[in-house]
């Protein structure tokens, strides 16, 4: 079909924040939290008169927590996931007839995606996202990979089913 691309990113602690916070706000969680400090804030504006003053600082409290904990947490995550070998150094991609392997100075075998095993394919901002699971993805800058990004798109696009694939 063709030949092989290669390329290589170097995944930064704010681009694996960036990713979580994506993932977290597009999920049931996210927006479980979300709605839960909105209903606080309306039962709180509602009934604020009628609240004892303890609960008219509580309120707003518990909504602020809530708005903030999820966006705290995954910092602390990204921040733990940077100290990990894998990080410290840029990961080599290379895209073959079988799939993606993912190479790094930290690992002593690369690891392999076969290409039916690619949950999906899609473009978020300024990054390519190849997930391995309904979680888990590669996450490549777009910027590290500019000047091949078409043709990356292009093999990508000839080696998974259609649905898998979510790139406008």
């Known amino acids: 079909m063709g030949h092989n691309i290669s390329f290589s990113t170097k995944v930064s602690e704010q681009d694996l ?9 597009t999920s049931s969680q996210g927006i479980f939290s ?14 604020f008169n ?4 303890l609960y008219q600082i509580l309120y707003p409290l518990v909504a602020i927590l809530f708005c ?4 705290m947490t995954l910092r ?4 733990n996931q940077m100290t990990q070998e894998v990080f410290k150094y840029p990961l080599q991609y290379e895209l073959t007839e079988d799939g993606v392997l993912v190479s790094s100075p930290a690992a002593e075998e690369p ?3 076969p290409w039916s095993y690619v949950y999906k394919v899609s473009r978020w901002k300024e990054y390519l996202l190849i997930y391995s699971s309904r979680v888990n993805a590669y996450i490549i800058p777009v910027a590290d ?24």
């Open 145 to 168: 990979i500019e000047t091949q990004y078409d043709s990356i798109i292009d093999f990508i696009k000839n080696h998974i089913e259609d649905y898998k694939f979510s790139i406008k």
């Open 76 to 79: 602390l995550r990204s921040k």
């Open 17 to 25: 924040y960036r990713y979580n916070i994506h993932h977290a706000y």
């Open 50 to 53: 009628t609240l004892s003053s």
């Open 34 to 47: 979300i709605v839960i400090s909105l209903l606080l804030v309306v039962v709180w504006g509602m009934r």
């Open 68 to 71: 903030l904990y999820i966006p």
């Open 111 to 113: 690891a392999e995606l």
